[in-house]
């Protein structure tokens, strides 16, 4: 590390995206990424006159996106902001939203420790269930306003709180923040978008990255009462004005008018979760219940480094954490029909060649 570099970061551990390799072509099961394309009109928009305008700056308010989220989403415009991924808009939320330190379980979304970590915050670290379910006791027992980041449903495991849960957490401690990181709603969850319009302790974000086949256009949205996103909003001022670019604009407004294609593609999705769930059980692996766009399993017959090393090995790419009470199990994107199809042929060639 460079001399130069303020000390107070030497020991920052920074968030690890999952690999993305170039030695060979895999199936790409590591990320949570779309097997679709884009929606049709956001593949015809990208054409030479809207890489043409490029030259010109972004809308810095990102309007149009901000009445396309609005208009889906049933709220006023004035209850959006729109950021560059919501990784953006947690890292505003963490920056300047939890003043009184942040709470989060011990198995979630690894950049929430990175952001409390980069700003210094006290940080209250809640243990999940022995099965991975949480205990919403354990959350509201959860002490001097911290602000709350629940990812719902929850990464890598799937599992997701009904909204009556949630509210029940909101109404525990009024003066207590609640970021509910929805990424993975659209594949069986159920949103508490609804309950911004009634709580004020409430911020929920969503992306176009993983339900929207938007992940490299980075775009995502986060919906609260007005003076929260005011303060989001600042935030953006003061460090990118123009955080989301005009191509992605341009997608995210098209992407979110097309609710045919939306539910279409989700369907899908779910159809092809629960048909791999299915066969993974045939072949005795133990699963969460995942409403999320992934599997969470181990097996009994490997450890979850063998089975991703074995995966890997036939061209399938997983992921897999070697973190405490998790490194039995792998994560699997849940991609195209025929994506599983060879994930489960790499599978049973796997196992047999184990048991010979
Ligand atoms: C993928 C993911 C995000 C980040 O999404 P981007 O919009 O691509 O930044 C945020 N939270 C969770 C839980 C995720 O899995």
Redesign the pocket.
């Known amino acids: 590390m460079s001399r130069f570099f303020d000390s107070k970061f030497m020991s920052l551990e920074a968030y690890v995206p999952g690999e993305q390799p170039r030695d060979k072509k895999y199936i790409k099961l590591n ?2 990424e779309s097997p679709f394309p884009p929606c049709p009109a956001v593949l015809e928009a990208m054409n030479r006159s809207a890489a043409a305008d490029l030259r010109l700056y972004s809308d810095p308010t990102s309007l149009e996106v901000k009445r396309a989220v609005a208009d889906f989403y049933g709220v006023a415009p004035e209850c959006v902001f729109v ?8 890292n505003f939320l963490f920056m300047a939203f939890a003043e009184n330190g942040a709470a989060y379980p011990d198995i ?2 690894g ?1 929430y420790q990175v952001f409390a970590d980069l700003y210094g915050k006290k940080t209250a670290v809640v243990p999940l269930e022995e099965d991975f379910s949480i205990d919403p006791a354990k959350l509201k027992q959860c002490t001097e306003n911290r602000t709350l980041f629940l ?1 719902n449903p ?3 495991t799937g599992i997701c709180l009904p909204p009556d849960v949630i509210e029940s957490i909101l109404l525990a401690g009024r003066d207590r923040l609640v970021v509910v ?1 929805e ?2 709603i659209d594949f069986g969850g159920e949103s508490v978008i609804p309950l911004t319009q009634k709580y004020d302790n409430l911020a929920v ?6 339900s929207r086949q938007l ?1 490299g256009a ?3 949205f986060t919906i609260a009462n007005p003076a929260l996103i005011d303060g989001l909003e600042k935030i953006k001022y003061s460090t990118n004005p123009y955080n989301v670019n005009r191509l992605t604009q341009l997608c995210g407004v098209l992407a979110m008018q097309d609710r045919v294609y939306f539910d279409k593609t989700r369907a899908q999705i779910i159809e092809n979760r629960a048909y791999t769930a299915a066969e993974l059980k045939k072949r005795g692996f133990a699963m969460t219940d995942s409403r ?1 766009n992934f599997l969470f399993a181990r097996s009994d017959r490997m450890s979850g480094r063998d089975y991703y090393d074995g995966l890997r090995e036939r061209g399938v790419l997983v992921r897999y954490f070697d973190k405490t009470r998790i490194y039995d199990y792998v994560r699997i994107t849940i991609g195209s029909r025929a994506e599983m199809d060879a994930l489960i042929a790499a599978t049973d060639d796997l196992l047999a060649e184990r048991e010979a």
């Open positions: 990320t949570n950021s560059n991924g919501s990784d953006e808009a947690l979630t979304y950049f990812a929850n990464a890598p990181d990424a993975y974000v969503q992306t176009f990255s993983k992940a980075r775009l995502g999320a």
